[in-house]
């Protein structure tokens, strides 16, 4: 059964970095596009970031631009998002998703991916 799964959630103060993993299970994640998304409690789902699977470009929104990096790691199908200089607002439940169109499609649109992590909680609090 074809599966992503995040990790690297918590509770961080302001500041402070974490980093999430979205690795998936029966597929190879190297041939879709994959982004991060999170959505606040009341808020709609917002895309943060994505990484292109035919060129490597990346993507960021522009409240993380600066602060969020997207990396792969072919060799362990995992996909990461390493965040820093963490804010209040960045708490949310951080999603991963796995589009088979292989571009970052502009804007990101929770329509456009095919697979769904079940979702990593962040909040950031002091």
């Known amino acids: 059964q074809v599966q992503l799964v995040e990790s690297g959630g918590g509770l961080v103060q302001p500041g402070g970095s974490l980093r999430l993993s979205c690795a998936a299970s029966?597929?190879?994640?190297?041939?879709?596009?994959i982004a991060w998304f999170r959505q606040a409690p009341g808020k709609e789902r917002e895309g943060v970031s994505c990484?292109?699977?035919?060129?490597?470009?990346?993507y960021y929104a522009d409240s993380v631009k600066g602060r969020f990096t997207i990396s792969r790691d072919n060799a362990k199908n995992t996909v990461y998002l390493q965040m820093n200089s963490l804010k209040p607002e960045d708490t949310a439940v951080y999603y991963c998703?796995?589009?088979?169109?292989?571009?970052?499609?502009?804007?990101?649109?929770?329509?456009?991916?095919?697979?769904w992590g079940q979702g990593t909680q962040v909040t950031v609090s002091s």
């Open positions: 998703a796995a589009s088979a169109l292989r571009l970052c499609v502009l804007p990101l649109s929770p329509g456009l991916y095919d697979y």
């Open positions: 029966e597929f190879t994640l190297d041939y879709y596009a």
């Open positions: 990484i292109s699977s035919a060129d490597g470009s990346t």
